[in-house]
């Protein structure tokens, strides 16, 4: 298994300013996944994070809007830029690990955009 | 067309008793993984049980159980014994093979209400 600390766990932030969500496993993982999920919705992947190259964004999804750094195996950060009331939602981190390689989160980040 | 369906957005039930939730998927790969994930008022996503398309007999991990039918195209889970703490989201997911490992599609999710 793989124990995650994701942080922070809420905040409410200002129409216009940035967000930084970190990510932190107790162990060395090739990738590491951020997810979204809008209120009442399901989850929907934003970027595969991968050591040493530029993460992979999904359909839908731009770097400009959600950087990600992956400065080593074990930590990622997620930025959610230029924030709107629209990014106002669950933001996870995960990592696959152990057999039939599940999925485990962080405890995710609440965000609410004013 | 959605991947994974989960028809039921709510559903209660007495503790004690056994509740059965659905879910359906759609693929064209042969070998796929299944997953159920429950997600409490906290937020955090906690894995429950996994079913392999080519696993022949259903699993089992404590209380929770899957039902799989492979032809209908379904792997229902099922939660004896419910308990208040079961009272939750409920995600089904699936990931075929070849795909990112995390990229998994999940449903819309059934919220669990627990009544004592």
């Known amino acids: 298994s793989a124990v995650i600390s994701q942080k922070p766990s809420r905040d409410i932030c200002q129409r216009g300013t940035s967000l930084t969500i970190q990510c932190q496993v107790d162990s060395q993982v090739t990738m590491m996944f951020w997810y979204r999920q809008q209120p009442g919705q399901s989850l929907t992947l934003i970027a595969t994070a991968n050591q040493g190259s530029e993460a992979t964004y999904e359909s839908g999804f731009v770097i400009d809007k959600f950087p990600i750094s992956r400065p080593n195996l074990t930590f990622s950060t997620l930025t959610v830029s230029n924030m709107s009331p629209e990014d106002s939602s669950i933001y996870l981190c995960?990592?696959?690990?152990?057999?039939?390689?599940?999925?485990?989160f962080g405890s995710g980040t609440q965000l609410s955009v004013l | 067309a959605q991947k994974i369906t989960q028809t039921q957005p709510g559903m209660f039930v007495q503790e004690k008793e056994a509740v059965t939730l659905d879910c359906t998927y759609d693929t064209s790969d042969p070998s796929y993984g299944l997953f159920w994930y429950k997600q409490p008022s906290s937020g955090e996503m906690i894995f429950l049980i996994y079913?392999?398309?080519?696993?022949?007999q259903n699993a089992t991990e404590g209380r929770y159980s899957l039902n799989f039918q492979k032809a209908r195209k379904s792997a229902n889970l099922v939660i004896s014994a419910s308990q208040l703490g079961d009272s939750a989201m409920y995600f089904c997911?699936?990931?075929?093979?070849?795909?990112?490992?995390?990229?998994?599609?999940f449903g819309d999710g059934t919220t669990l209400t627990v009544k004592p």
């Open positions: 997911a699936m990931r075929e093979a070849g795909t990112n490992a995390g990229k998994s599609t």
């Open positions: 995960s990592v696959v690990s152990g057999l039939h390689e599940k999925l485990f």
């Open positions: 079913q392999g398309s080519y696993d022949q």
